[in-house]
């Protein structure tokens, strides 16, 4: 005895008695229920309990719809007038589509109000430059108030986050020349300034001071000893390591006479891996550099011993 199948319409013999489909995939084809997507109208099959649209990029503009109570408003460029949707929150006087239509009216001649602005004249502008030169501060903020607001100055607790954030609101932006000068000129130097540190500051330090107020050669110091130029760099050097701030006990030196200088006269600090460095130096025939002024005892032996 054979029977047809209502899913695929193929003649089968029935294993048992009512059965009305050949297999279990045709049962399923033939009883499944196809649903339809509310947002672009595709048909699909439930993969989930709960499952309304087809895809999840439908169900995301599905519910935002649905949820938000937006409405449509027209692009402000008259040859554009596109529809957009926008958020009561988002939704101003002018509306685009788009930056470039933006930009488009506000060079229109029938933008009236739309980001024009508030714009001086020349003259107005040099009324306002007058009056602010020709203005005496010293009636309007007198001295005891200065000294009121910069006590309150020096008395502000800086947290980090103020701090930070007077960081970013500097970032990025230039002083002219002229204020820079203005700065230099008035800020308090040497001993006058607050982070003086004298004796105490640091080995960057010292040398930066000893730049300032040396003026840098175009031959190293040997020069004229040797009766030629010497090739490499200059580098500032201390000729006895103690490091004060006095001009005479610095020199210029090419890189090479500043290694030579300092450990044939005992002030370079060696070690088994610094004589390697510096073994071409440490010759008793070679003769002694001297400058005049530089050591009282230029004859000096390095430490070798140096732990």
Not at 95 to 100: A, L, T, W
Not at 134 to 156: H, I, V
Not at 231 to 237: M, V
Request: hydrophobic residues 25%; positive net charge.
């Amino acid at each position: 005895m054979t029977t047809i199948c209502e899913g695929c319409t193929i003649e089968f013999a029935p294993k048992r008695n009512g059965q009305k489909y050949h297999s279990r995939d045709c049962f399923l084809k033939a009883t499944l229920k196809l649903l339809v997507c509310p947002h672009c109208g595709q048909k699909f099959q439930k993969k989930f309990s709960g499952q309304i649209c087809c895809s999840r990029k439908c169900s995301y503009k599905f519910r935002a719809k649905k949820v938000s109570r937006g409405s449509i408003v027209y692009c402000s460029l008259p040859s554009c007038s596109k529809a957009i949707y926008r958020m009561p929150s988002r939704i101003k006087k002018y509306n685009f589509c788009c930056s470039e239509h933006r930009a488009l009216y506000q060079k229109s001649p029938e933008n009236k109000d739309f980001g024009k602005g508030w714009k001086h004249t020349a003259e107005e502008i040099a009324k306002i430059r007058q009056a602010n030169l020709n203005r005496d501060y010293s009636q309007t903020f007198t001295e005891e108030e200065r000294a009121k607001a910069a006590k309150r100055a020096r008395n502000k607790v800086w947290t980090p986050e103020a701090r930070k954030n007077a960081s970013l609101s500097h970032l990025g932006k230039k002083l002219p020349e002229e204020q820079k000068r203005k700065i230099r000129e008035n800020s308090p130097k040497g001993e006058e300034n607050k982070q003086w540190k004298d004796d105490d500051a640091s080995y960057a330090a010292k040398h930066s001071w000893a730049k300032r107020h040396m003026e840098k050669p175009k031959v190293c110091a040997f020069s004229q000893t040797e009766g030629h130029l010497c090739k490499g760099r200059l580098e500032l050097a201390n000729k006895n390591h103690q490091y004060e701030r006095n001009i005479d006990d610095w020199a210029w030196m090419c890189r090479y006479h500043h290694d030579k200088f300092d450990v044939e006269n005992g002030l370079r600090r060696l070690t088994p891996k610094t004589v390697k460095i510096y073994g071409k130096f440490i010759n008793p025939k070679v003769k002694n550099l001297s400058i005049s002024g530089i050591v009282d005892n230029p004859t000096i032996s390095p430490n070798l011993n140096y732990q």
